[in-house]
């Protein structure tokens, strides 16, 4: 019975923990697509060094593809 409220405790901060990092995971994209430093910094962590148009690819692409990690996209996602 003492060991009851302690695995409860970590399960329950495990799962809040991923529901946090996904939500503040989701606003860092948002932004990034909006701020053109933000990508460049990302990029330059990656090891990439792009240029303006390359720059102007990337968030057209992060603009016309707005899915995020953990959203579903319409239709379930089933091919036919």
Same mark, same amino acid.
């Given at each position: 019975m003492q060991y009851v409220i302690p695995v409860i405790t970590l399960i329950v901060?495990? =799962?809040g923990g991923f529901f946090i990092g996904a939500f503040y995971?989701? #606003?860092q994209m948002e932004k990034m697509?909006?701020?053109?430093? $933000?990508? %460049? #910094? =990302?990029?330059?962590?990656m090891g990439y060094n792009l240029n303006n148009r390359q $720059? %102007? #690819?990337? %968030? %057209?692409?992060m603009k016309n593809n707005p899915q995020l990690p953990g959203k579903k996209k319409p239709g379930g996602g089933k091919r036919k």
């Open positions: 901060g495990l =799962v995971l989701r #606003k697509q909006s701020d053109p430093e $933000m990508l %460049q #910094k =990302v990029a330059k962590q $720059m %102007q #690819k990337a %968030q %057209q692409m």
